[in-house]
């Protein structure tokens, strides 16, 4: 097994996988249909080869970046497990009965930005799942005693991820390099907000009347169905759901003034962790900035760059690195994770990292590694679309940013276009020691200490 | 539930994108396995995916071991899936990947070894060339030896034993159930041994383990007709050797129940529960166990009678599952991995964290449940939906190439058709008096072994020992129904049959050493 397999898992340091495309060939190959009802909601179907199975993915565009109220942070993640408490026409157990009838593999995740229930069963069920999925959606119902209940399992998620240092150098990251914007929190929430989440009963029900509506919602369906049926399904349980009237005024984070850090003490043994972050655009599909930080992030990071043969490989000093660099609604993080062998090389290594985001300012990267990326990537997409389910779940996070598969096209057409100077160019105007934030965590010492800059 | 996505967890949903363009074909028709003349056995899924999947499976795992060498299979693994050949480096070999878009895994268990890779048709030759000399050229470098080395015992010292609460129950549940017999130990070794291991017992684990007869090439894909002998002919390299025919025994467990409680300083408590199971999926009574397994506690769904209880009606905690057959890292993924075949296995229940102070009272539940399973089994009612979720749900089990092949060498390990096949056949000859007489047989806890995790675990013990009622703790104001509050009452002094002797504390630095 790949020793580090649990904690690769954990941080899923997805290089942002990009792609070069021929100009012939468009990043999302397949033929899809996408259709708007009257009220607003969007319908995505995308039949495959792939047989008996369909696949439905519901993105609503609203996440832990919605969670503006003060005391209010991980309210998005716990609302989605309330749309499991049951709805006016199928209770809880019904719902259940239903997707175990169906074989279904169903359930549902919030990040950021979206939140996205999911299914996959045999294609004969799709009417019933249409039916009950528009059901709690359109007509959710828990009492408070279901609420609380529910509250108590959002906390206990909590605790099992608190177990792992990584969680809480994730917490204190984000805490540290956002003040206004609500990515200061993580998606699970402040553990205060958590705790207090049981008398929030009243805010849930605004939640809902809010963000579960048509204009926030996409419904993906892949695999074994036709554009029509999904559509005739889609009129029949959705088309009477009506419109809401809220938009979120999402704080800006000001511009960052001054390098951060911060230090967590773990209380118990571990390998020292570190975070070192620069402040990065958010998605587009139109400018190149983040695309070529994309693209940048496996030449510098990843497993065949310098640096992490350099520390994993020859030195060995760290067991684990690599970069992160979500696409996100508003403008994020870049950083790069590491676990350190030995704490006393935690300086070493925070320095070399920060060296290479340096080097990138002032170097291009050579046209033949440019390629060798765009091939990868080009490859990547190939082996994970292995199932009409993983065609929907690559999708999601599209339609959660620009509502259309098409936003995966543009965005694979602008990696094409990038060049050595833009990649170059994107990290000047970003790896700046004012955009900087490092986080370490270690072992409580009695010589414990701030991370230096 | 629901699944919680960071956002760094989030973006691995992003990274699985696309751009094959053309039709892939999951309905492999000509499926063959047979025995070539090398000694080698095959399991061969060819079809028109332009993707080319390989498990090239060992039958050699951790029970071959040698003693004192605990972890040596895990580590000479290691060094050929992660480590440089006689002519690459490591470096170069990542190097020589990077542009594919291709990894090279391993994944080592009690009996199996299997090393795992999918490519893309069009660079089927140049990955074919890496990975060939990765398995039959190794160059079991020092550096590397170095490097995985550490990286296994980080693996234990710090990821399991200090990370990762509920797979250290987990596994030390199996330590403790296989004490004495050759499943014993992690997979990955133990802390003392893999210490001493040198590159000299990666050799001769190589030498002896890695050999024709030991050897099953797992292929599915769009593969040219010319490619498999061409396979054969290159492994054939390999020494003919023996096939392993170790048979393992069941492990001795006496009689009573034992819980052992890992002393470490986390916010919550961690249970998993667990006996000897003499049922793998060649028994006849598999099917109806799985039927049981998966109405007790399907895998990470809602859809199972403890979640129910212990999460929906009583938000104790994130989720509570059941299991028949080892089902490692379960807490990041839905579905099981394939090559993980046994011929032990175990009745495994895994309560998630909760608050300390409704460890007692959590672990008093899970007991109450499982006892009240194997006195009234299932209701007619329940069997039917059950079958009918698993006779579809195979599909999602089986929905991508690669585990179509897992599952295939699976079938051939156990001696049984396709999967596919196989359940479908067997869950509709399945009555309801099969699957309760199986419970019956197969489910009584008489040798239950209990692994928590907590904080204070003098104050547990006591607990435990002295049997006092340990009523639950809701938020206030949670206003449960009577039926609830009813069962609480009964659960709270549910009888938990230990003496002193048998409740030990375990501190977590004595666990994998």
Redesign the interface.
Known sequence: ???????V?????????L?Q?TPT?K???YDYKQVDLPNGLRLVTVPT?????VAVYIVVRTGSRNEIEPGKSGYA?FF??LM?RGSKNFS?DER??I??????????????D?TVYHE???KEDLDKVMEMEADRFQNLQYT??QY??????V???Y?????????KL?ETLRATAFKKHTYAH???GFIKDIEDM?NQYQYSLDFYNRYYRPEYTTIVITGDVTPERALELTKKYWGNWKRGNYSPRIPAEPAQDAPRSAHVDW?????PYIAVAFRAPGFSDVKKDKAALDLLA?IAF???SELY?RL???E?KV?FISP?A???ADP?LFTVFARI?DPKDVDYVRDAIIATFKRYTTETVPQDKL???R?????????????????A??L??YIALRNTPEA?NKVFAIYDQITPADIRAAAQRYFTDNNRTVVTLATKTAGSKEAGN | MRRFLSTTLATLVIAQTMFAATTTDNNSSAKTQGREPSHMNSVLLPNRSPLVSFRLLFMTGAASDPKGKEGVAALTASMLAQGGTRTMTYEQILNAFYPMAVSFNSQVDKEMTVFSGTTHVENLTRYYELISQMLLDPGFREDDFKRLKSDAINFLKVSLREANDEELGKEYLYNIIYNNHPYAHHNVGTLSSLERLTLDDVRDFYKRNYTQSNLVIGLAGGYPSSFQPQIMADFAKLPLGEASKTKFAAPKVDEGMRVEIIKRDTRSTAVSLGFPLSVNRAHKDWPALAVVASYFGQHRSSNSYLYQRIREARGLNYGNYSYIEYFPRGMFQFEPDPNLGRQQQIFQIWIRPVTPENGHFVLRAALYEHDKLVRNGMSKEDFEATREFLTKYVNILTATQGAQLGYALDSRYYGIADFNTYMRDQLSKLTLDDVNRAIRQHLKADRMRIVMITKDAEALREALVGGKPSPIVYPPNANKPKEITDEDKIIEAYKINVKADDVVVVPVERVFQ
Do not use: W
């Open positions: 097994m790949r020793i580090l397999s649990l904690i898992v954990m941080l899923c340091v997805p290089l942002m996988v792609a495309q060939r990043a999302f190959p080869d792939y047989p008996n199975l993640h989605e497990h499991f809880a259940d009965a997707l175990k009838r169906a074989g279904a593999s169903s359930n549902a995740y919030t990040s950021d979206r996959v069963f045999s408070p005693e609380k209940t529910e509250a108590g399992a906390r206990g998620e605790d099992k991820n608190s177990a792992s240092p990584f969680s994730y993580t998606t699970m049981p209380a118990t043994p571990t390998l496996p990843g497993e065949n043969q994993v490989l020859k060995q067991d992160s979500d696409d996100q994020e062998k390629d060798a990326t091939s990868r990537v080009r490859y990547s997409f190939a082996l994970a679309m292995n199932s009409s389910e993983a065609i779940a690559a999601a996070p995966m």
